[in-house]
């Protein structure tokens, strides 16, 4: 069988890449049907402390928002995908794996506890004129 080749749009390698990390993220631990496992509660404080003894603001800032990594503020994952991401990431050459035994599902817990805790340091669209001004001309 010959494989196909599918063009890729300019900026979706991000988009195709989280949909890579989620095809392959572990299956969740055995529950009753149609219910997800519960999150572990984690602490903003520890998980601030963690956030910078990692070094996760090397790519993702002190805010979360900058950097030449993902933007983590505000997460776009539920913890789950966030923790499951982490374990396995797709391009472990940019962002290496985080496994059980270097870093407990507590203290990735704590880190995303950090990264919901965090207000947006960029303005709302509404905040910035040239993009007030973009807003009031298509509504």
Known sequence: MMARTIGVVPG????????????????????????????????????????????????HGYTGETGRGPRLNPPRLPQRQFIGYLR??????????????????????????????LPPASPDAEDIPVLREILQEVR
């Open 12 to 59: 979706t390698s991000a988009l195709l890449g989280l949909l890579a990390a989620a095809a392959t993220m572990p299956p969740a631990a055995a529950s009753a049907p149609g219910q997800e496992r519960a999150a572990i509660e984690g602490d903003a404080e520890r998980g601030a402390a963690l956030f910078e003894d990692y070094t996760c603001y090397g790519c």
């Open 88 to 117: 396995n990431p797709p391009n472990p050459r940019q962002m290496p794996p985080y496994r059980q035994a270097d870093v407990s599902d507590r203290k990735l817990a704590d880190i995303y506890a950090f990264l919901t805790s």
